[in-house]
């Protein structure tokens, strides 16, 4: 018995030649706008400090900022995601250099609004970097999180990047409340319809922000995140985290970090489509790509594309990433 596939089982006929194949991979190409750039600005404001463990990335002061962004906007960048370092300044239990005028974001936004005008400028927010004990909000006398507090203090940071003139502020503490409270401080400054807020709605608690810690000096000092990032296994609160986001006032979704989260990706499109879908390949994400393609496991550019268009298929409009400035040459050369 000869078996022969049916007329409608014959599928190389559809896909045998390089644009037949682009016909059959819709909402998955690349371009310059899907694309978000995470940059570190140190206190330091003649640094410039190479990431050991993020190879090609590194921290700038603020006078250091332009000339290494130049060439970046010129191959066509057209969002950068801001962090903060602070390793001169006090860190406490406040977080008070998170949004004084000593601090780095803070002074670079209008230098940033001045150098590069078409530039859309996002900031984190987030009080781990500013701690001293390292975590994303503020503590009580009890040593444990107080949720109030924290989303109090970081809404004041978010207002405050805003009002130095932030275009986006993207909250990546999980606090529970956050976004309402953030969107209430914006609307009382006069910026709730002028400011955007990306929330970090389903955030998950990754062995994955490694290099992060590093480079932003934010690891915190004892105990861990998972009482706050949501648990690896949860696609029930990443869902309940985003619809609470949605209701209290977001402007676009994010999920991180990206490659073993793609099916929190599909599900928060499917289920919110008329939001912009953000996803942060992080750190240790990017680390592995590099480490991998530097020790022969496959080459850089196919891998780094690969994934990226991975994340699309899985519903992402905006993929924050390190690898930003090499995949804008590659848009580039192409
Ligand atoms: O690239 C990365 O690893 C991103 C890390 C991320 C930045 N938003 C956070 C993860 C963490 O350190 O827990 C920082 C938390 N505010």
């Known amino acids: 018995m000869e078996h022969r596939p049916s007329a409608k089982n014959v599928l190389h006929s559809g896909y045998h030649h390089p644009v037949l194949r682009t016909w059959q991979c819709p909402n998955t190409t690349v371009r310059p706008e899907n694309l978000m750039f995470p940059i570190f600005i140190i206190d330091g404001d003649d640094d410039v400090q ?35 370092v602070a390793q001169n300044l006090a860190k406490d239990g406040l977080a008070t250099h998170a949004d004084s005028s000593d601090n780095p974001v803070m002074r670079v936004i209008p230098k940033l609004r001045e150098w590069f005008p078409d530039l859309l400028i996002a900031c984190d927010v987030c009080l781990c970097a500013y701690t001293d004990h390292g975590h994303c909000g503020i503590l009580g006398a ?38 309402g409270a953030i969107k209430e401080g914006l609307t009382k400054a006069g910026l709730g319809s002028r400011v955007s807020v990306l929330s970090y709605a389903a955030k998950f608690a990754s062995v994955m922000y490694g290099p992060f810690r590093d480079a932003a000096k934010s690891a915190p000092g004892k105990g861990d995140r998972k009482g706050y990032q949501l648990p690896p296994g949860s696609a029930g609160l990443a869902a309940r985290a985003t619809l609470r986001d949605v209701e209290e006032g977001c402007d676009m979704l994010m999920v991180k970090p990206g490659l073993p989260y793609l099916d929190i990706m599909r599900q928060t499109k499917d289920k919110h489509p008329e939001y912009p879908l953000f996803v942060y390949q992080v750190s240790g994400e990017f680390a592995m790509i590099i480490h991998a393609a530097n020790n022969g496991v496959f080459q850089l550019r196919p891998a780094v594309e690969e994934t990226l268009l991975s994340m699309r298929r899985a519903g992402a409009d905006v993929i924050i990433s390190y690898f930003t400035p090499q995949v804008l040459k590659w848009i580039k050369e192409a």
């Open 50 to 84: 190479e990431i050991t463990s993020m190879p090609g990335n590194y921290r700038y002061g603020v006078n250091k900022l332009k000339e290494a962004l130049q060439p970046i906007v010129d191959d066509g960048l057209k969002s950068v995601l801001l962090f903060g």
């Open 142 to 179: 009890d040593g444990y999180l107080d949720n109030q507090a924290s989303i109090e203090r970081i809404a004041r940071q978010a207002v405050n990047y805003a009002k130095a003139g932030a275009h986006i502020v993207a909250p990546s503490d999980m606090m529970d409340g956050r976004i």
